[in-house]
């Protein structure tokens, strides 16, 4: 029904930037909410950024706010994460996730398909 191609991952020295894209199928891909994940080595997954159907409203991790935006291209079915100014602490398998029904949340579960990851890794 929906999937997600997550990319962009790599090896950053710390202080740059890399940009993430999420490609998606289906045919509502416009009404999805979309957000952002990582899962460090022996950590949980948690929440990066959300962004809404629309693109209009967006919401983000205290870890990464001012340094990482999310945005949408419901046209290109794709949504990007920015991230700038990148240290050793944002290394991490990235994922993207769709929720289908309702509004953008923080929590892991309520995201209905997710990407398969990509590595971003940030040297000191």
């Known amino acids: 029904q929906v999937q997600l191609v997550d990319s962009g991952g790599g090896l950053v020295p710390a202080g740059g930037s890399l940009r993430l894209s999420c490609a998606a199928s289906?045919?509502?891909?416009?009404?999805?909410?979309m957000g952002w994940f990582r899962q460090a080595p022996g950590k949980d997954r948690e929440f990066v950024a959300a962004?809404?159907?629309?693109?209009?409203?967006?919401y983000y991790a205290d870890s990464v706010k001012g340094r990482f935006t999310i945005s949408r291209d419901n046209a290109k079915n794709t949504v990007y994460l920015q991230m700038n100014s990148l240290n050793p602490e944002d290394t991490a398998v990235y994922y993207c996730?769709?929720?289908?029904?309702?509004?953008?949340?923080?929590?892991?579960?309520?995201?209905?398909?997710w990407g398969q990851g990509t590595h971003v890794t940030v040297s000191s």
């Open positions: 962004i809404s159907w629309s693109g209009g409203n967006t």
């Open positions: 996730a769709a929720k289908t029904v309702g509004m953008w949340n923080t929590h892991p579960a309520s995201y209905n398909y």
């Open positions: 289906g045919r509502t891909f416009s009404s999805y909410a």
